[in-house]
Every structure is written in C-alpha cells, then in structure tokens.
C-alpha cells in the first residue's frame, strides 16, 4: 500500500521571463516561486491501479517524481508499507520500480544490458538476474531486439526496455509516468497487459495518462489533479458517475468543480 498525504513541491524561479504566458498566470506563482504540487493526497492498495489524471502542467509528473525519491517534496509525506520514503529513502528506493518520461537508455549497450546493469545496482543475484529478464522479454515482447544496440531502438522498444528495467528487482510498488505515450497499438497494448499482470500478481501501480480509454480499461481507482491539487480522489465507478455521458464529461467535471 502506498499512502500519499499533503504533499507539496515549490521550485525556485530563477527568471519569471522565461515562465510560458499560461504559467505567469498561474496562481501557483507566487514571489520567487512555482508551487507545481500544493496539496496532493490519494492512496492505492495491494492489487490495485490507480490512474493519475490531470491536465498538461498540472503536477502529474513531479508527484510521480517526488514518489520515485527523484526530488524531495517541499512537504507532505509518501509511505510504502508503512515505510517512510523521506526518513529512509534508501530502503525506500528498493521498493519503488519508476519509469519516467525522460528515462534514458545507455546507447551503447544492448536492452539486456542496460536491465542487467540497473538489476545489479539493485542487487539481484546473477541466477535470478538471467530468470528474470527472460521472464520480462517474453511478457513485454522483446526478444527480437534484446540482444541489440539501444542506440538503434524505435520508441515502443525504448519504452519496453524502460519498464523491463524499472521492475527487474520486483518492486513493491510500480509507478509509470505516461507508459503508453508515443507507442503503437500493439505495443500499448503488451504495455497494458504487463500492468494487468502486476495487479494480478498484487503490486499496487500508479501510473498517470491522458487517455481514458486505459482508465476505462484498467483503474480500479482514479485520482485528478489540477493546478497542483487533488481535485478527485476515488474508485472508477464514482469517478464515472460523476457525468451521465463520457469519462471525458466526468473529467471536465472535476476540472470545473476545481476552478
Ligand atoms: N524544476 C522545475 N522548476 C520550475 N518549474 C517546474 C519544474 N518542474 C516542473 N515545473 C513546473 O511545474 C508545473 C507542473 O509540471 P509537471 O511536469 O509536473 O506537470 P504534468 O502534469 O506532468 O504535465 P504534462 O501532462 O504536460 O506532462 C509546470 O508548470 C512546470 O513547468
């Protein structure tokens, strides 16, 4: 279980020109500072998926980075397990797999490598090591390119050897920022069905998006944000009720119930 409570991320502005028209505006600009994430709250349990929505700016990935022990949040508290992330990040690290946006691949070595190079720093046994990254080929379909140059990878292949990487030392908990973006149909879909798996075996995932159709297809809970709040915090079903037509009306619903 992962528990997320008040949690908050300012950052310093170095120059309030280079800041977009829309985040010069934004009410979390305030003196020196952006508060990206002001008040963030939500949980998700054992064999459950919880997806984070929000619109563009709104806070998604510095939460998820903040989960991750990426950056330290400015308040609020984040616990695994009943343990802490803050006061032992490292114990913490060990049972967090992240995947986020930007995670770059070493060029250079091959998919195998580059998942044998991050289960090692994770400490897993070379026996179980060779086990588990046959086991992840298979269910992400990579064995047709695992055993080549990174450097040569399309984008679905990347992302695959992204996620194979973020679980090698079967986490606790899983959080993915975007996992599907950018990806094929085929594609998504093995990157969906590995989620489907995760919640099956019992790792809770949280793992933020802009298409619906995937809330639709495998959240069991839903949290909102917008402009650094959680703005919605509930199961799928709720999350649906809250408009007679599409999860696209119950979106904006919550957006406008914010403003
Ligand atoms: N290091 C930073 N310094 C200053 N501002 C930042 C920093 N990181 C993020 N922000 C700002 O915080 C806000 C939230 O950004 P974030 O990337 O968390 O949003 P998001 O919900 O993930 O958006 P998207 O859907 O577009 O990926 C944005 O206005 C962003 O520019």
Known sequence: MIEIKGLAKKFVVENVKKLSD?????????????????DVNFNCDKGQVLGLLGPNGAGKTTTLRMLSTAIKPTAGSVSINGVDILAEPLIARRKIGFLSGSTGLYGRLTGRENIEYFGRLHGVSESDLKYRIDELANLLDMQSFLDRRSESFSTGMKQ??????????????VILDEP?????IMATQTVLDFIRRLKAQG??????THHLDE????CDKVTVIDKGRTCFDGSLQ????????????????????AA
């Open 22 to 38: 829309q985040e010069k505006q934004d009410p979390r600009l305030k003196g020196r500072f952006f508060h990206s994430v002001e």
């Open 160 to 173: 695959k050897t992204s996620i194979a990487r973020a679980v090698i030392h079967q986490p606790e908990v």
């Open 180 to 184: 599907t973006t950018g990806l094929d």
């Open 203 to 208: 790792t809770p995932v949280i793992f933020s």
């Open 215 to 218: 809330v639709d297809e495998l």
């Open 238 to 257: 709720d999350f649906k009720a809250l408009s007679a037509g599409s999860m696209h009306e119950s979106f904006l619903t919550t957006i406008k119930g």
